[in-house]
T-cell receptor, first 113, second 111 residues
Framework: SQQGEEDPQALSIQEGENATMNCSYKTSINNLQWYRQNSGRGLVHLILIRSNEREKHSGRLRVTLDTSKKSSSLLITASRAADTASYFCATVPPNFGNEKLTFGTGTRLTIIP | AAGVIQSPRHLIKEKRETATLKCYPIPRHDTVYWYQQGPGQDPQFLISFYEKMQSDKGSIPDRFSAQQFSDYHSELNMSSLELGDSALYFC??????????FGPGTRLTVL
């Protein structure tokens, strides 16, 4: 089954710096989504980017998608302590809607105050 | 706004016991999904239901079963529990194939 792999697995940065997390996947996609998960808590949907889009913004979040390289990146600008969480990418295969999510392995982001 | 509700939030069971997890989707959502997330792992899709019928099946063990009821709530039944079943179990709901909204999860610990 298709699965995204996040890179790095763990990232620690100072508050105020930018954080970049990458996701690579194996097969074609309909769309790619990023989720945040605070420790032991539920998943929160952050942003969705479709296969025909290259970049998308939402507040301090910027997502890029390169379908030729089968990769996506999530940039969080001006990081805050509250951004400390695990971040997962999830893909949806072609010809499916969001009912067919497959999650990647996640990046653990720690923001140091 | 109403969110996905899961109960219980925490559950402790002994090996070989049975557990039942409940999920109450967002009102008017017709699709429910179950995911299992082991310690330090990514969420793994187990099973989904659309309009009370099973719509898709993932890596769900034969010891587990699930159903969606007429009021759209869903239950995940887990029998002959094993230590490896200890995990966070998430339920998500959606309206058709729109965005999935996740519940807070049930943390199951098998001793």
């Amino acid at each position: 089954s298709q699965q995204g792999e996040e890179d790095p697995q763990a990232l620690s940065i100072q508050e105020g710096e930018n954080a970049t997390m990458n996701c690579s996947y194996k097969t074609s996609i309909n769309n790619l989504q990023w989720y945040r998960q605070n420790s032991g808590r539920g998943l929160v949907h952050l942003i969705l980017i479709r296969s025909n889009e290259r970049e998308k913004h939402s507040g301090r979040l910027r997502v890029t998608l390169d379908t030729s390289k089968k990769s996506s990146s999530l940039l969080i600008t001006a990081s805050r302590a509250a951004d400390t969480a695990s971040y997962f990418c999830a893909t949806v295969p072609p010809n499916f809607g969001n009912e067919k999510l497959t999650f990647g392995t996640g990046t653990r982001l720690t923001i140091i105050p | 706004a109403a969110g996905v509700i899961q109960s219980p939030r925490h559950l402790i069971k002994e090996k070989r016991e049975t557990a039942t997890l409940k999920c109450y989707p967002i009102p008017r959502h017709d699709t429910v999904y179950w995911y299992q997330q082991g310690p330090g792992q990514d969420p793994q899709f187990l099973i989904s239901f659309y309009e009370k019928m099973q719509s898709d099946k993932g890596s769900i063990p034969d010891r587990f079963s699930a159903q969606q009821f007429s009021d759209y709530h869903s239950e995940l039944n887990m029998s002959s529990l094993e230590l490896g079943d200890s995990a966070l179990y998430f339920c998500a709901s959606s309206l058709g194939d729109d965005e999935q909204f996740f519940g807070p999860g049930t943390r199951l610990t098998v001793l």
